[in-house]
Nanobody, 126 residues
Framework: VQLQAFGGGLVQAGGFLRLSCAASGLTFTRYAMGWFRQAPGKEREFVAAIGWSGGSTDYADFVQGRFTISRDNAKNTVYLQMNRLKPEDTAVYYC????????????????????WGQGTQVTVSS
């Protein structure tokens, strides 16, 4: 199984980025997908999650309507559109896969996830 996240970069505050995560080696529709992030010196934290069909989405409180998670099951890819970025959004962003039956039991808990991507750096300058 491989999850490849890309799309990170350096952006000014107020700007936007779109992260992508391409999955291979698994049956994509058997998995819900999540995005987490980890800033230096901080613990990994939940950002957003999406059910296997895309019908369910959940977000961390700090997202405040700025981010949108989506998926394209035909392309085995999950996306995170991030708008109105803030310096505090600076972190390494990771995508992860969670067996879809466990979505309601802990989509925000990183220990529930089965597979992880390598992460992509997002840096927001003030």
């Amino acid at each position: 199984v491989q999850l490849q996240a890309f799309g990170g970069g350096l952006v000014q505050a107020g700007g936007f980025l779109r992260l992508s995560c391409a999955a291979s080696g698994l049956t994509f529709t058997r998995y819900a997908m999540g995005w987490f992030r980890q800033a230096p010196g901080k613990e990994r934290e939940f950002v957003a999650a999406i059910g296997w069909s895309g019908g369910s989405t959940d977000y961390a409180d700090f997202v405040q309507g700025r981010f949108t998670i989506s998926r394209d099951n035909a392309k085995n890819t999950v996306y995170l559109q991030m708008n109105r970025l803030k310096p505090e959004d600076t972190a390494v962003y990771y995508c992860a896969a969670l067996l879809r039956s466990y979505y309601g039991l802990g989509y925000s808990r990183h220990e529930r996830y089965d597979y992880w991507g390598q992460g992509t750096q997002v840096t927001v300058s003030s």
